[in-house]
């Protein structure tokens, strides 16, 4: 980590070593990192209490997932939930700078801005309990070990995102359609 120039041992790298020397889970997370190369949104109308509502969803907003899951069908929650997980994963992980400033909609009910912390909170509880509900039984000890890992494993995609993304930011985030 690097902060005002100055290089920040992690002491926990021969525990992130041993997490990733296990394939599924380094399997694992090359699939969720992929799962936000596209995000997906869409618009749900639901009745209640005789009222009709319209709630716009974007699956890389934890606010719109929790909010989803609580409101769908439970047979459909469990892949909610390691979605919620992912993206507070992905959030702290990757971009950590940002992750605590990312605006919330005025709609959200949970939180308007989210520390590291909570982000480590929500993601490891939101993995436990999907770890228990899925019938994906290969993932069961994935998301089993990312519950309990989840700071190791945030540390392992902050390390991927100081080598990787920051260094090329401006080719991939900043280029406009005319450069390509």
Request: proline content about 5%; hydrophobic content about 35%; aromatic content about 12%.
């Amino acid at each position: 980590m690097n902060t005002k120039g100055k290089r920040i041992p992690i002491f926990e790298g021969p525990a992130v070593a041993e997490m990733l020397s296990d394939r599924e889970v380094r399997d694992y997370l090359v699939e969720m990192l992929c799962s936000f190369v596209r995000t997906n949104s869409g618009v749900i109308y639901r009745k209640e209490r005789g009222t009709w509502h319209k709630r716009q969803f974007s699956d890389i907003d934890m606010d719109d997932m929790i909010e989803l899951a609580r409101i769908i069908d439970p047979e459909m929650r469990p892949a909610l939930y390691k979605r919620i997980a992912d993206v507070a994963l992905f959030l702290s992980g990757i971009f950590p700078e940002h992750a605590t400033r990312f605006a919330t909609p005025p709609q959200a009910i949970y939180s308007a801005r989210r520390t590291l912390e909570d982000y480590e909170q929500t993601g490891s509880r939101f993995y436990s309990v999907a770890a228990k509900e899925t019938d994906q039984t290969q993932w069961k000890p994935v998301l089993g070990t990312l519950a309990e890992k989840f700071t190791l494993a945030r540390l392992a995609l902050n390390s991927f995102s100081e080598r990787y993304v920051k260094t090329n930011r401006t080719r991939f985030f900043l280029q406009s359609p005319t450069e390509t």
